[in-house]
C-alpha cells in the first residue's frame, strides 16, 4: 500500500519536533500535525517560562542575602509585570525555532488542527483524511484536576496560565509540593509573596534520595514558606477575591485564606481526543499510551514520546525516545530506550538534581554495594561562593560503578552529566581522579568522593604493607 507520508506526528512538542525535523532532514515524507502552539509544553508554559521567571525570583533572594559578601542593597519593588515579560520575551527568542515557517523550510508538512486516529494508519484533521506508514504520538500531557470539591468553582492557576499574572500575590497558595508546586512556590517566595505549599506527603522530594526532602524542607521553612505536609485538602471556596482552602491534618481540619492558589498536583496525558478507539493502541489505568522498549505502542507501526508515554516528563526525554523513534522508523535498526542514566534537575535555590538509582532502589535491586556522602560545605569554591546547603551522594554497586547520583546545589544541574556519563559508560568511581578539575570549582567534589571510596578500600593489612615497603 503506498501511503501520503512516511511518517505522521501528532504533536508539535519538544518530541514530536524532533521526529519531525530529523526524519525529514533524511529524507522521509513526514507530516506535523499541532492545533495549538508550536514548542508545546515546554516553550509556551512549561520549562522555558518557569526558568525565566526563576531567575528574576532567585535574583531577588540573592539581593536580600548579599550583605553576606559585604553588600548591602534593598530592593525597592517587585515589578511582576516586567518579571512576566522578561518570560516573554525569552519565548519570543527562542520562538523561532520551533516556528511553522522553520519546520516547513525543512520539509515537514505542517498542518494546524487536531489529529484523530481513523484506522492504524489513517488521520483525519480538519475534514481531511491523511495516511502515513508510521504514526508518533506525541501529544504531550497537561495538568491534572483531580476531583477536589469546590476546586471547578474558584478561580485557580496552573502553569498553564500562571505567567500571565501581572500582580504579585500577597497569599499564594499551592496545592503539591512536586517540581512545579516547589520551584513556582519559592519563586514566588523570593518575590515577595506569602507562600503555603500544601501536600499529602510526609516529605518532599519522595522521589529523591532520603537525605534531600530533610534538608530542601529546612531550606523552604528558613525562607519563611509554610508547609503543610501530610495533609488532605477537602474543599476549596471562593469568598469574594479570596480563596478559602480546608486541609485535614494530624485529625484537624484547619482553613487557609489566599488571594492566589496554584493547583500543581501531577500531570495527565493528552489522549482524550485522539481517536485511539478506532485503533488497537492500548493504554494504561492512567490515561498513558503503553510503549515496548523501541517505542512502539500495541500497534507496530503507532509509536509514542514524551510526556504522553513516559515514563519520564522532561523535554530532554522527549528529544531522547525521538531519537529512538527515528533509528527505527527510518533505519529500521530495532533501537531500544535505556533509561538507566536519566538525568532530572528541580530548579530550586538550592537546585536538586539526581541520575541513576537511588539508594532505596539500588538496594530493591540488589545492585547496591556501598555509597559516598559528602557535604558542599566542605568544597572551597562553595564557602567561597556561599553554596553551601548541599551535597553529593554517590551510590556504586559491587565492582565500585557508579549506579548513581544525587547533588544539591546552586549549580547541580549543571553538574549532574558527569554522573550521568559515568553511569552510561560502566565506569567505576576511581575514573572521577583522572579528571582535571579547575580549582576552585564545585565539581571537584566528584574527585573528592573518589577519594573516599579509594581510602575506604585499603584495609589496614595494605596500608601497613605500603608503609614498610613504599615509604621507609
Given at each position: 500500500?503506498?501511503?501520503?507520508?512516511?511518517?505522521?506526528?501528532?504533536?508539535?512538542?519538544?518530541?514530536?519536533?524532533?521526529?519531525?525535523?530529523?526524519?525529514?532532514?533524511?529524507?522521509?515524507?513526514?507530516?506535523l500535525i499541532e492545533g495549538g502552539k508550536m514548542g508545546g509544553d515546554c516553550l509556551n508554559t512549561g520549562c522555558v517560562p518557569s526558568k525565566s521567571f526563576l531567575k528574576a525570583a532567585h535574583l531577588a533572594a540573592n539581593i536580600r542575602t548579599s550583605h553576606q559578601f559585604g553588600i548591602k542593597t534593598t530592593i525597592d519593588t517587585i515589578d511582576l509585570k516586567g518579571v512576566m515579560n522578561h518570560v516573554k520575551s525569552v519565548i519570543s527568542e527562542i520562538e523561532p525555532h520551533d516556528s511553522i515557517e522553520r519546520y516547513e523550510g525543512l520539509g515537514v508538512d505542517v498542518i494546524k488542527g487536531y489529529g484523530e486516529f481513523v484506522d492504524n494508519h489513517t488521520i483525519q484533521v480538519n475534514n481531511q483524511k491523511i495516511t502515513g506508514k508510521n504514526i508518533v504520538i506525541a501529544t504531550g500531557s497537561q495538568a491534572l484536576l483531580p476531583p477536589i470539591p469546590g476546586l471547578d468553582t474558584v478561580d485557580y492557576l496552573t502553569n498553564e496560565n500562571i505567567f500571565e499574572l501581572a500582580?504579585?500575590?500577597?497569599?499564594?497558595?499551592?496545592?503539591?509540593?512536586?517540581?512545579?508546586?516547589?520551584?513556582?512556590?519559592?519563586?514566588?517566595?523570593?518575590?515577595?509573596?506569602?507562600?503555603?505549599?500544601?501536600?499529602m506527603a510526609p516529605e518532599l522530594f519522595a522521589k529523591d534520595d532520603s537525605e534531600v526532602g530533610p534538608l530542601m524542607s529546612q531550606v523552604f521553612k528558613?525562607?519563611?514558606?509554610?508547609?503543610?505536609l501530610s495533609s488532605t485538602i477537602k474543599k476549596l471556596t471562593q469568598v469574594g477575591k479570596k480563596v478559602e482552602v480546608i486541609i485535614e491534618r494530624d485529625g484537624k481540619e484547619e482553613k487557609l485564606v489566599g488571594d492566589q492558589v496554584l493547583v500543581s498536583l501531577g500531570r495527565r496525558p493528552n489522549t482524550q481526543s485522539l481517536g485511539l478507539e478506532n485503533t488497537n493502541v492500548k493504554l494504561n489505568e492512567r490515561g498513558y499510551v503503553l510503549t515496548n522498549d523501541k517505542l512502539q505502542t500495541s500497534v507496530k507501526n503507532i509509536y509514542a514520546c514524551g510526556d504522553v508515554a513516559g515514563p519520564y516528563q522532561f523535554t530532554h526525554m522527549a528529544g531522547y525516545q525521538a531519537g529512538i523513534i527515528i533509528r527505527n522508523t527510518v533505519f529500521k535498526l530495532g533501537a531500544k530506550v535505556d533509561y538507566s542514566h536519566v538525568p532530572w534537575t528541580t530548579y530550586t535555590q538550592p537546585e536538586v538534581a539526581h541520575v541513576g538509582l537511588t539508594e532505596i532502589m539500588a538496594?530493591?535491586?540488589?545492585?547496591?554495594?556501598?555509597?559516598?556522602?559528602?557535604?558542599?560545605?566542605?568544597?572551597?569554591?562553595?564557602?567561597?561562593?556561599?553554596?553551601?546547603?548541599?551535597?553529593?551522594?554517590?551510590?556504586?554497586?559491587?565492582?565500585?560503578?557508579v549506579i548513581g547520583a544525587t547533588l544539591v546545589g546552586n549549580k547541580a544541574g549543571e553538574q549532574i552529566p558527569i554522573a550521568s556519563l559515568a553511569i552510561k559508560n560502566k565506569m567505576k568511581l576511581s575514573a572521577f581522579m583522572s579528571i582535571i578539575y579547575a580549582y576552585p570549582s564545585e565539581a571537584e567534589i566528584f574527585k573528592f568522593a573518589a577519594l573516599e571510596s579509594m581510602k575506604s578500600s585499603f584495609k589496614p593489612w595494605q596500608k601497613n604493607l605500603i608503609n614498610k615497603v613504599f615509604l621507609r
Open positions: 500500500m503506498k501511503y501520503d507520508y512516511h511518517i505522521i506526528v501528532i504533536g508539535g512538542g519538544s518530541g514530536g519536533l524532533v521526529v519531525a525535523s530529523g526524519a525529514a532532514s533524511l529524507g522521509a515524507k513526514v507530516a500582580t504579585l500575590p500577597e497569599h499564594l497558595i499551592v496545592l503539591g509540593g512536586g517540581p512545579i508546586g516547589c520551584e513556582l512556590g519559592q519563586g514566588f517566595k523570593h518575590l515577595g509573596s506569602q507562600v503555603t505549599l500544601i501536600d528558613e525562607e519563611g514558606i509554610n508547609l503543610k538496594k530493591s535491586n540488589g545492585s547496591y554495594n556501598n555509597h559516598f556522602f559528602l557535604k558542599l560545605s566542605d568544597n572551597d569554591r562553595a564557602k567561597a561562593d556561599f553554596d553551601k546547603q548541599g551535597f553529593l551522594k554517590i551510590i556504586v554497586d559491587k565492582k565500585n560503578r
